[in-house]
């Protein structure tokens, strides 16, 4: 079965600062990847995803994620937060063959100015 | 295109009653999942309909159910409520061709079990 790991369930940045949040996932065949955010009160809106091909990701708002399949990891980073960035972010995977998202437990963004 | 939409919104029930939750995908899409969210489990999928017919299907007790209809509006079903179906429950569509699509996801509608 497939499975993914956010590593923190909170991150705290400064605004202006860089953004990381780690994702790891294990699959036994390569899968699609996903990255998610929610704003308070609201659905799930994509910020990006990796299918085949190039390996670095460019998403909305700035984000990107480089699929390392050496290190089964596809982390989301931004070069600048901004406080509009603070939500939750999931990661996803879908298994070859299948729609269903499963999806890690979630870090919360924090920005402070 | 109108994104997904869910109604109710909000809805309250007490335990023993049933609910239904409707979602509207977006136009031209087959496909409709559902997902539940809650605070200790995270987002966890309940099942997918693609062209009125179930392909997926989560680990959930049979109380939870739904279906879709030919304009591919779905709905979800929970009988004899617990405490613990106290949730967000999302749905997301898609046009149902692979598992490398976006999913499209509703505001969701929050149920609170007294």
């Known amino acids: 079965a497939q499975s993914v790991t956010q590593l923190g369930s909170h991150v705290s940045v400064s605004e202006g600062a860089l953004v990381l949040l780690r994702c790891n996932y294990s699959?036994?065949?390569?899968?699609?990847l996903f990255w998610y955010v929610q704003y308070p009160n609201q659905g799930l809106q994509l910020l990006l995803k990796?299918?085949?091909?190039?390996?670095l990701v460019k998403g909305i708002n700035g984000f990107e994620a480089e699929f390392k399949k050496s290190e089964t990891s596809f982390h989301l980073t931004k070069p600048s937060a901004h406080m509009s960035d603070a939500a939750e972010y999931f990661c996803a995977v879908t298994p070859s063959g299948y729609s269903t998202l499963t999806f890690g437990k979630g870090t919360m963004l924090l920005v402070s100015p | 295109k109108a994104g997904v939409t869910q109604t109710p919104r909000y809805l309250i029930k007490t335990r023993g009653q049933q609910v239904t939750l409707s979602c509207s995908p977006i136009s031209g899409h087959r496909s409709v999942s559902w997902y539940q969210q809650t605070p200790g489990q995270g987002l966890q999928f309940l099942f997918e309909y693609f062209s009125e017919t179930q392909r997926n299907k989560g680990n959930f007790p049979g109380r939870f159910s739904g279906r879709q209809f030919s304009n591919s509006r779905s709905e979800m079903n929970v009988s004899t409520l617990e405490l613990g179906d106290s949730a967000l429950y999302l749905c997301a569509s898609s046009e149902g061709q692979g598992p490398q699509e976006t999913q499209y996801f509703g505001p969701g509608t929050r149920l609170l079990v007294l």
């Open positions: 699959s036994s065949v390569p899968p699609y």
């Open positions: 990796y299918t085949t091909g190039a390996t």
